[in-house]
């Protein structure tokens, strides 16, 4: 019998909230370019979708400087638990906390100036009906911001742990995951457009992240994504494991310093006034 995908992501959330940050993210490199490019304001009323461990509600909410109102939504509310921790710690009442599916988000009609989804429409079944009902919950002429990962091929964090993983157990690498499906050019604007919203645009996000240490860094990505591989292996063969990690990392060291590339697309759509 397949599992729902709350049942899904109720196990991913294990491995989430045990690396994820007590307070600012390590990496707010995403989260900066959102607020950026959408232009988000103290003092708007702002719904985060599929906002997890609270990716990149807590750091809208910190721009914000304590006027606004920020709404952080997940479909597991052990993700949101983390986030309220984080929320906590770093003094953010204007945070507000609800599990919610993004096909069937329980706030009213016309409520938020703006809405961010980062890294979640890729796993909706209909991205389309998603992007409608993130379009009723904006007030006319408020905006909706995706960002989805590139292809999987032009993004470094992904292949790279897979396919050495893969060599390790002797197994093929496996198919691009779900959260690459959306990375090709048009796709997100795409969405937009048929779910009605006006003046759809898309654009790229790329940068590298500047990795202080390569082996916490490639320990908790291990730990964190590919628990399934690892759990089993005892402290010998794991430190193996992360060696040949750490060794496949090699192209993109400079000067001694890990700089890993990570590109995604973005894409904002206006609901009309």
């Known amino acids: 019998m397949a599992r729902s995908a709350s049942d899904v992501w109720a196990e991913?959330?294990?491995?989430?909230?045990?690396?994820?940050?007590k307070g600012r993210s390590q990496d707010d490199t995403f989260n900066r370019m959102i607020i950026a490019e959408a232009n988000i304001q103290p003092g708007e009323k702002l719904l985060d979708i599929a906002g997890g461990t609270?990716?990149?509600?807590v750091s809208i909410a910190?721009?914000?400087?304590?006027?606004?109102?920020?709404?952080?939504?997940?479909?597991?509310?052990?993700?949101?638990?983390?986030?309220r921790s984080r929320a906590d710690n770093?003094?953010?009442?204007?945070?507000?906390?609800?599990?919610?599916?993004?096909?069937a988000?329980?706030?009213?009609?016309?409520?938020?100036d703006c809405v961010t989804c980062r890294f979640g429409l890729m796993y909706a079944e209909d991205k389309v009906a998603a992007a409608r009902e993130a379009m009723r919950a904006l007030r006319p002429g408020g905006r909706v911001v995706y960002v989805m990962w590139g292809p999987y091929d032009e993004n470094p964090p992904f292949f790279v742990p897979q396919r050495t993983i893969a060599k390790f157990f002797g197994a093929?690498?496996?198919?691009?995951?779900?959260?690459?499906?959306?990375?090709?050019?048009?796709?997100?604007r795409t969405v937009l457009d048929e779910a009605g919203f006006v003046r759809a645009e898309e654009?790229?996000?790329?940068?590298?992240?500047?990795?202080?240490?390569?082996?916490?860094?490639v320990t908790s990505g291990l730990r964190r994504s590919f628990a399934d591989r690892t759990d089993g292996l005892d402290e010998i063969e794991f430190n193996r494991l992360k060696q040949a990690l750490i060794d496949a990392w090699a192209p993109h060291i400079?000067?001694?310093?890990l700089l890993v590339p990570n590109f995604a697309r973005m894409g904002i759509g206006w609901k009309r006034q």
């Open 203 to 217: 654009r790229e996000l790329r940068y590298r992240n500047a990795v202080p240490d390569m082996d916490a860094y």
């Open 62 to 83: 910190e721009s914000m400087q304590g006027d606004g109102l920020v709404v952080c939504t997940d479909l597991t509310p052990r993700m949101l638990e983390t986030a």
């Open 254 to 257: 400079e000067e001694g310093q």
């Open 90 to 103: 770093l003094g953010l009442p204007i945070m507000h906390f609800a599990a919610a599916d993004m096909m």
């Open 54 to 57: 609270g990716n990149p509600s």
């Open 105 to 112: 988000l329980p706030v009213p009609d016309n409520a938020f």
């Open 12 to 21: 991913r959330s294990k491995a989430w909230a045990k690396s994820a940050p």
């Open 172 to 188: 093929e690498e496996p198919p691009p995951a779900a959260r690459h499906c959306m990375g090709e050019a048009g796709m997100i």
